[in-house]
């Protein structure tokens, strides 16, 4: 048996937190630590699961944890230090300036959808190209649209071939904690000047798809909402994209007699399963909304949750990034299983490894 990956956790909010939570189910890996910036609730959830604590820059905090009796186990450059690789899952932007104490300190990092492409050469997302991160040290999840985007896309490809899409992204406003973002009551073309930059998002992991985007931002933090229109290199019945499409658990066709009929049916399902924080990790696609003209235009409605579409793709990075599992297919399934991804049993029916 190899040793187990030992990773840190830079950054522990949407994305960190849940990442933490999926890195503590696979028998491969061990989380040594996440990073906070102040002692809060979730450094209080994260002391009670017995995660160790470091602290982003502890002269500013250290006292600040002491006085709410929270330990610290030292700074996060000690809890890069014990780690084989960091998940950076800082606020957007900062994991281009974390990079170099990950350069500094000579560690393998993942970094966000919030950063640029750049900032990690590589951007991945685990159906579309594994391989590309296998031993890579710096590399990007892409951002939960275009990790959406990604395996929906892939998975017509593959089985059609496709000529060009447009899509439009209906975002949500806010993560449902993000009590400063909005819109509250508008709607709003995120950007105005088209096209988004979703399309080149997607490019950066399938460069050969063709693709125009739209966003616009809606006073909602449930999930964002996606219209896909894409041309196939072939008209075939609706009933055999969804046959192609239901190959990949990560994308879920909603079965119209669920009476799944909305974003807010789609995290009432994940509550009711029982999912952690009600998450739905699965690309959501509406299976009675899939049209194909005689002309092979597709069309169809998926919903996105976008606090947790991009939590299995950061477990499968890890294990590309450090070799630990070179076949993708392999790491997709292990990861599938020990997050209950494609498995609608009840939650608790699920036992942790
Ligand atoms: P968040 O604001 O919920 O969490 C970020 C955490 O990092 C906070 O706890 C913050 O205190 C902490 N932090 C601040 N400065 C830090 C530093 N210098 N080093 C380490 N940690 C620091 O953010 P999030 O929504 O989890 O987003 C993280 C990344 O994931 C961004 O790149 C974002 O674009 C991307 N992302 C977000 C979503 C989403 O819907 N929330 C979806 C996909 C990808």
């Given at each position: 048996m190899v040793d187990k990956i030992k990773v840190a956790l830079n950054g522990y909010g949407t994305i960190g937190k849940r990442v933490a939570d999926a890195v503590r189910r696979q028998d491969d890996m061990e989380l040594v630590g996440i990073a906070k910036t102040k002692p809060d609730y979730e450094a209080y959830v994260a002391a009670k699961k017995g995660i160790p604590i470091y602290a982003v820059d502890p002269s500013k905090s250290e006292s600040k944890f002491k006085s709410v009796g929270l330990t610290l186990n030292g700074s996060s450059e000690d809890m890069i230090k014990k780690a084989d690789i960091v998940v950076d899952c800082a606020p957007e932007g900062l994991g281009e300036e974390n990079k170099k104490i990950y350069e500094k300190l000579g560690k393998k990092a993942i970094f966000q959808?919030?950063?640029?492409?750049?900032?990690?050469?590589t951007s991945f997302n685990a159906a579309a190209n594994y391989d590309k991160a296998i031993g890579k040290q710096f590399v990007r999840v892409v951002s939960c649209n275009t990790t959406g985007l990604c395996r929906l896309l892939y998975g017509l490809d593959t089985a059609f071939g496709v000529t060009k899409v447009r899509a439009t992204m209906m975002r949500r406003g806010g993560d449902p904690d993000d009590i400063k973002r909005g819109p509250i009551n508008a709607i709003v073309p995120d950007p105005i000047k088209l096209p988004s930059h979703h399309g080149p998002d997607v490019q950066t992991v399938l460069p050969h798809i063709k693709i125009d985007t739209v966003a616009v931002k809606l006073p909602t933090t449930l999930m964002h909402m996606h219209y896909v229109n894409a041309n196939l290199k072939k008209a075939v019945p609706a009933q055999e994209v969804a046959a192609a499409l239901k190959q990949y658990p990560r994308i879920w066709l909603i079965p119209a007699w669920l009476g799944i009929k909305s974003t807010g049916d789609c995290v009432e399902i994940g509550r009711d399963l029982g999912r952690p924080r009600y998450d739905m990790m699965e690309n959501c696609v509406w299976e009675e909304s899939i049209a194909v003209d005689s002309t092979g235009e597709l069309n169809l409605f998926q919903g996105i949750h976008q606090e947790s579409d991009v939590i299995p793709e950061n477990i499968d990075c890890i294990r590309a990034m450090t070799g630990i599992e070179k076949d993708g297919k392999k790491s997709m399934a292990k990861t599938n299983k020990t997050l209950g991804i494609g498995n609608f049993n009840p939650w608790t029916l699920i036992p942790p490894q």
């Open positions: 959808g919030g950063e640029e492409h750049e900032v990690a050469g």
